[in-house]
């Protein structure tokens, strides 16, 4: 049994790819730049926006432009937050609560902010399943980059033996395997199974079921 399990928020534990689309294209609008593609918006859900707004159109941007993009996609971001944006997908509110009881620790690894993890955590009423969340805002190195992992399990004083990633986009699979710990695909967020191949996790499920399975039993 893992000791402890990473979890990307954002096409992992929480279908959020409406809002994220609305909130970024409004975003893009109000500056009156070209609006980009709701799917390329949900392809780069598992960067931080100072990274994914680069590739989405926003690289000629000056500083202070940048910054207006940044605040006009949080603002639109959080005033669309509800249980009707955030939707858990299904099974993982039981996985989560197993996980739990079997004694492995939960960290929450995201692109996000940390208050804005913790709000959409509360909104889906699952914030008391984790120990810790790691924002954007409290890790150096991004994913793809293992920075944010290999922190938290300093910090946590986790093995790498005795840690897992889940996510549900190439750069949660990279992080995890430059971080060297397990990883595990989930096939129901951003990037499809053939794109999750080419990452090379150590498991690739498409049922919340199998994530006890593998966590708990192997």
Do not use: C
């Not at 392809?43 to 207006?68: C, M, R, W």
């Not at 009881?101 to 929450?108: D, H, Q, R, T, Y």
């Not at 946590?156 to 986009?169: L, S």
Request: hydrophobic fraction near 45%; glycine fraction near 6%.
């Amino acid at each position: 049994m893992k000791k402890a399990a990473f979890f990307d928020f954002d096409g992992t534990l929480a279908n959020t790819e409406k809002l994220s689309v609305l909130a970024t294209q409004q975003a893009f609008k109000q500056i009156k730049l070209p609006v980009p593609d709701a799917q390329d918006i949900v392809h780069y859900q598992g960067v931080p926006i100072e990274t994914s707004f680069s590739k989405l159109g926003a690289k000629d941007l000056n500083p202070s432009e940048l910054q207006t993009l940044y605040t006009n996609f949080r603002a639109a971001y959080q005033s669309g937050e509800s249980a009707d944006t955030i939707t858990a997908f299904p099974g993982i509110v039981a996985a989560l609560a197993q996980l739990k009881i079997a004694g492995v620790e939960l960290f929450i690894m995201t692109s996000k902010k940390s208050a804005v993890a913790q709000r959409n955590l509360a909104i889906l009423n699952i914030n008391q399943y984790f120990s810790d969340i790691y924002g954007s805002d409290r890790v150096v190195a991004f994913k793809p980059l293992p920075g944010g992992l290999l922190q938290a399990m300093a910090e946590h004083h986790i093995d790498d033996r005795q840690a897992i990633m889940i996510g549900d986009a190439t750069f949660d699979i990279d992080a995890g395997n430059a971080a060297g710990i397990d990883t595990i695909a989930v096939t129901w967020g951003s990037h499809d199974q053939a794109i999750l191949e080419k990452a090379q996790p150590n498991y690739i499920i498409s049922d919340a079921k199998q994530l006890t399975e593998i966590i708990i039993h192997e």
